[in-house]
């Protein structure tokens, strides 16, 4: 979704290096999530905000820290690398309103983050 | 227990027809079960949700069915065509607004 963007698309890093990953949104969305993609381990929940002064931990944030720095911004950085962080990492937005209908969450492009 | 359990992980269908993927939970307090649909290089979209008090609900040739007895739910996939060729997978919303997803299903639909 052109709306929900991510830079960089693809990074190769080397182990021990900091490297972050941004997000940004235009959709007016109150709430951000990070989450990584795995072959056979599906999307898994790294961290996720309801608004700019909210930050809550996923299923598996150890090695990852985030900043929200505005609304239509977040970010996730891994501060000293590791290849088992190699991944697909997706950043997505959903709105607030609507409940308790479904939220949809919007997805960006991705970014292929590559650990050697 | 937050999770979801899909399966098949892969699935090869001929064109026209049928596809189907399988989702299994326990924890009670899901309240709401999208399917999002994965082309290669692109990010998961909603393809469809249903809530855990309707049994079936369907857009064009894509089905849910929900048990929510045997605590089950399955997309079913009519008249396959080649561009549904993606990856899918089922989730559970909890917690207001967080979303646990299965592992995912690779669909290839030959002609």
């Known amino acids: 979704d052109a709306d929900v963007t991510q830079t960089p698309r693809n990074r190769i890093t080397k182990t021990g290096k900091r490297i972050m990953l941004e997000c940004s949104q235009t959709?007016?969305?109150?709430?951000m999530y990070w989450y990584r993609q795995d072959p056979g381990l599906g999307l898994r929940l790294i961290y996720y905000s309801f608004d700019v002064k909210d930050i809550n931990k996923g299923e598996i944030s150890d090695g990852y820290s985030v900043s929200r720095q505005a609304q239509a911004k977040f970010s996730l950085s891994l501060e000293s690398a590791i290849p088992n962080q190699t991944a697909l990492y997706f950043c997505?937005?959903?709105?607030?309103?609507?409940?308790?209908?479904?939220?949809?969450?919007?997805f960006g492009p991705g970014t292929r983050l590559t650990v050697l | 227990q937050q999770q979801v359990k899909q399966s098949p992980q892969s699935l090869i269908v001929q064109k026209g027809g049928i596809s189907i993927i399988n989702c299994a939970y326990e924890?009670?307090?899901?309240?709401?079960f999208p399917w999002y649909q994965q082309f290669p290089g692109k990010g998961p979209a909603l393809l469809i949700a249903?809530?855990?008090?309707?049994s079936e609900k369907k857009e064009g040739r894509f089905t849910i069915s929900f048990n929510k007895s045997a605590k089950q739910f399955s997309l079913h996939i009519m008249d396959s065509q080649p561009g549904d060729s993606a990856t899918y997978f089922c989730a559970a919303r909890w917690g207001y607004q967080k979303v646990t997803f299965g592992t995912g299903t690779k669909l290839q639909v030959i002609p």
């Open positions: 997505a937005t959903s709105d607030r309103q609507g409940i308790p209908d479904y939220n949809e969450q919007f």
């Open positions: 959709k007016g969305h109150d709430r």
């Open positions: 249903i809530r855990p008090d309707v």
């Open positions: 924890n009670t307090a899901f309240d709401y």
